[in-house]
T-cell receptor, first 111, second 114 residues
Framework: DAGITQSPRHKVTETGTPVTLRCHQT?????MYWYRQDPGHGLRLIHY???????DKGEVSDGYSVSRSKTEDFLLTLESATSSQTSVYFC??????????FGPGTRLTVL | DAKTTQPTSMDCAEGRAANLPCNHS???????VYWYRQIHSQGPQYIIH???NNETNEMASLIITEDRKSSTLILPHATLRDTAVYYC???????????????FGQGTILTVHP
């Protein structure tokens, strides 16, 4: 792996509350990504970052925002959580050879 | 990025080679073939990638046809721990306007049985 940790690993929250997920990497990789994984949909890209303070949207970005104030941390925020955002969230970084390394995932349940 | 086609599921006996095919007939000249796998409830794991030459690492071998329209991932001696969903992905390298996005399809469910 690329020294990727995600926190929290599990979270249960209520509809309408803000939630922030953290991804931390130790390999100084430039690119970082947030995906969500749901049954029947596979992994879908939410947002990505190509450097500090440089981020852009993926295919399912509505309701999510991200921030990257330093190379090692990439935060995903659900501004007002909804039940449709119940999912498993994976962070990833891009290695030198173009391979992506994934974190262990965060299981989020929105009640 | 080029679309890929993989069988939905495959079985393999423990200790035998597992050969997982992937079709990518619309692949472009600068697109690489990547293989990942996902063991239940874990994050996807990178296995191997290649452009046009066959590749081998400690996990697997990748055979790409000469016309690059298909490839085969080979796990030489499958174990029960290789039971997972295997994804074949084609994409251009990251850099410039490309950000290395991976588009995951449904993959192949490989079941290794005793």
């Amino acid at each position: 792996d690329a020294g990727i940790t995600q926190s929290p690993r599990h979270k249960v929250t209520e509809t309408g509350t803000p939630v922030t997920l953290r991804c931390h990497q130790t390999e100084n990789h430039r690119y970082m990504y947030w995906y969500r994984q749901d049954p029947g949909h596979g992994l879908r890209l939410i947002h990505y970052s190509y450097g500090v303070k440089d981020t852009d949207k993926g295919e399912v970005s509505d309701g999510y925002s991200v921030s990257r104030s330093k190379t090692e941390d990439f935060l995903l925020t659900l501004e007002s959580a909804t039940s449709s955002q119940t999912s498993v969230y994976f962070c990833a970084t891009l290695g030198q050879g173009g391979e992506q390394f994934f974190g262990p995932g965060t299981r989020l349940t929105v009640l | 990025d080029a679309k890929t086609t993989q069988p939905t599921s495959m079985d393999c006996a423990e200790g035998r080679a597992a050969n997982l095919p992937c079709n990518h007939s619309t692949i472009s000249g600068n697109e690489y073939v990547y293989w990942y796998r996902q063991i239940h409830s874990q994050g996807p794991q990178y296995i191997i990638h290649g452009l046009k030459n066959n590749e081998t690492n400690e996990m697997a071998s990748l055979i790409i046809t000469e016309d690059r329209k298909s490839s085969t991932l080979i796990l030489p001696h499958a174990t029960l721990r290789d039971t997972a969903v295997y994804y074949c992905i084609v994409r251009a390298p990251a850099g410039g306007t490309s950000y290395g996005k991976l588009t995951f399809g449904q993959g192949t469910i490989l079941t290794v049985h005793p």
